[in-house]
């Protein structure tokens, strides 16, 4: 007898319907799997006839063929271990066939019949209630991820003998609510991070502002110990939550990447990623046989953070050239080509010379100018013009060392923040896809960075003694309208622009 069940596989961070065919026929016993699937789905073989066993079920001792479809995709994962059973099980005539294709399946059964959270739900959620499939079945522990889709019914099984017994009588079944008590929480800790902790570091705090504000990329330079790594991570707690449609986005890629399982139903919190400097370009920009989002693109819409910047290897740095201009990255690889969102704020830090005190007011440098000149090497130029905000953090004096700090609240500082976003948003209203300062292109600046005298003579001046880019001065101008949007200006002004080109001055001072 012949069977079909719907499944799903995820390409990219979207979703492709896929059929799964189970056919029990006369010959020799044994199971084949047809239609490019992966290792992991050739082993679901064993899996599932094991399991079918030890769930209480009878495997059939016949010729089983199982075919995915469409034949031209590769398809992955142990996500198929429960429509395959499900489809056995409706091929033997064990369970009824008739509901099958109103529902989706998904998830991976251990030998004990028990159903384990699978990786990229929610897109899969997404796109069957597109479709109009009338409910997915899966793993409870992924039941908050899916609920997420409104219109679609979805029903969280702990055990195939649960699939099964839904199967016969669907209507005695709810389907799970959206518990909104469940958040993901990624950055709990950091919230915690206020940034009245910080002595001192005005001009640091200023453009850690700044950088929330308008999302600009930002690098702190500085001898060890001055608080770069602490300022930094301070940051997500002065960034303005993430809107609905923000949320979904995030928790799109978080769910590809299978950072979601059991973790609850939404990201909320904007993503702070701090990837080790001994990052791989591929854990950094995404990769894989099956291209899965990289560090750049589980930052979508917050921070990534480079702590140490020179340590990380110059080629991997020079990933980020591309999606930092594009705010997406294209993967290709010989059968498919997938494009992963990285729209992030990048902040880094690094001492700003090896021994680390080159500038410092007491202790000596011992680095020679060659061996400087080859630590700012590894930072390319191209690197470098695409951070807007370069900020000198210098040692604390001893008595701000001694003193309580006395700095504002990053609540206080998030306020600012939101009403200089707000203004910025209200400004692109008729734009699409345009959400903050730093995004904008060419044209945006032609219309909402019109320059007087005074402020073209001085970004002249500056382009002429620092050896601006284009792409440079571009970017001195966003920031000068994000320090326009703080000070609740409409106008760009001389002092903003000034304010702003003094933020491009460290890696021409080496
Ligand atoms: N401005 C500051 N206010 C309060 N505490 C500070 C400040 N700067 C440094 N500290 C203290 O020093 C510790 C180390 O700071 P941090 O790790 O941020 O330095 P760093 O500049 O990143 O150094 P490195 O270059 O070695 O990474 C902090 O955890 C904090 O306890
Ligand atoms: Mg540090």
């Known amino acids: 007898m012949l069977a079909r069940v719907w499944s ?21 016993p044994g199971i084949v799997v047809l239609g490019l699937p992966d290792s992991a789905i050739q082993e679901s073989r064993e899996r ?31 996500c198929f271990d429960l429509p395959i059973s499900v489809g056995i099980l409706a091929a033997s005539e064990q369970v009824s066939a008739d509901l099958l294709g109103d529902y989706l399946f998904l998830g991976e059964v251990s030998l004990d019949g028990t159903l384990r959270p699978v990786a990229g739900v929610l897109p899969i959620a997404a796109n069957a209630q597109k479709m109009g499939i009338a409910g997915l079945v899966l793993p409870a ?23 099964v017994n839904f199967l016969s009588n669907p209507g005695r079944y709810k389907p799970v609510q959206m518990d909104d008590t469940v958040e993901t929480l ?34 702190f330079v500085g001898p060890p110990g001055s608080g770069k ?32 399982k059991n973790r609850g139903s939404l ?3 904007r993503p702070f990623r701090s990837p080790h400097h001994s990052a791989s370009g591929p854990s950094l920009v995404g990769g894989g046989t099956f291209p899965r989002p990289g560090e750049i693109s589980l930052s979508h819409r917050g921070i990534l953070f480079l702590d140490e910047l020179t340590e990380f290897k110059r080629d991997v740095l020079e990933f980020l050239r591309q999606p930092l201009e594009d705010g997406y990255v294209t993967i290709s690889r010989t059968k498919q080509s ?56 210098n040692r604390l004096k001893p008595e701000e060392i001694t003193q309580q700090p006395t700095g504002e609240a990053s609540i ?23 959400r903050c300062n730093a995004q904008m292109q060419s044209r945006h600046l032609q219309k909402w960075c019109k320059l007087d005298d005074a402020s073209r003579n001085l970004l002249e001046a500056a382009i002429r003694k620092l050896g601006l880019s284009a792409r440079a001065s571009d970017r001195v101008l966003k920031v000068g309208r994000t320090i326009a949007d703080l000070a609740g200006e409409d106008e760009l002004k001389a002092n903003h622009v000034a304010e702003a080109i003094q933020y491009r001055t460290i890696d021409r001072m080496q």
């Not at 998030?414 to 948003?425: L, T």
Request: net charge positive; hydrophobic share 40%; aromatic share 4%.
């Open 8 to 28: 799903a596989s995820i390409v990219g961070i979207d979703a492709v319907k896929v059929g799964v065919e189970v056919d029990i026929s006369g010959g020799l």
């Open 48 to 78: 599932v006839k094991a399991t079918l066993k030890n769930a209480g079920f009878a495997f059939p001792m016949r010729k089983i063929v199982i075919n995915l479809t469409p034949a031209d995709l590769r398809k992955e994962g142990p």
């Open 141 to 163: 522990d992924n039941a908050q991820e899916a609920s997420v889709v409104q219109g679609l019914a979805v029903y969280g099984c702990k055990h195939l003998s649960d699939v």
């Open 186 to 219: 990624h950055i709990t800790s950091l919230h915690s991070a206020d940034l009245q902790d910080v002595k001192g570091q005005a001009h640091a705090r200023r453009a850690l502002e700044i950088a929330a504000a308008g999302g600009h990329n930002l690098i």
């Open 229 to 260: 790594t602490m300022l930094a991570r301070r940051l997500p707690g002065i960034l303005p939550p993430l809107s609905f449609a923000e949320s979904l986005e995030v928790t799109r890629i978080h769910s590809v990447a299978g950072l979601l």
């Open 267 to 269: 990201v909320r919190d």
């Open 338 to 393: 997938v494009m992963f969102p990285a729209q992030f704020t990048l902040v880094a830090s690094t001492n700003p010379c090896p021994c680390g005190y080159y500038g410092d007011t007491i202790q000596q440098c011992t680095c020679s100018p060659r061996q400087r000149e080859q630590y700012w090497a590894k930072l390319s130029g191209p690197l470098m013009d695409r951070i807007d905000l370069q900020v000198a953090v």
């Open 412 to 434: 206080s500082v998030r306020q600012r923040v939101q009403q200089a976003r707000d203004r910025a948003i209200t400004r692109f209203q008729e734009e699409v896809n345009l």
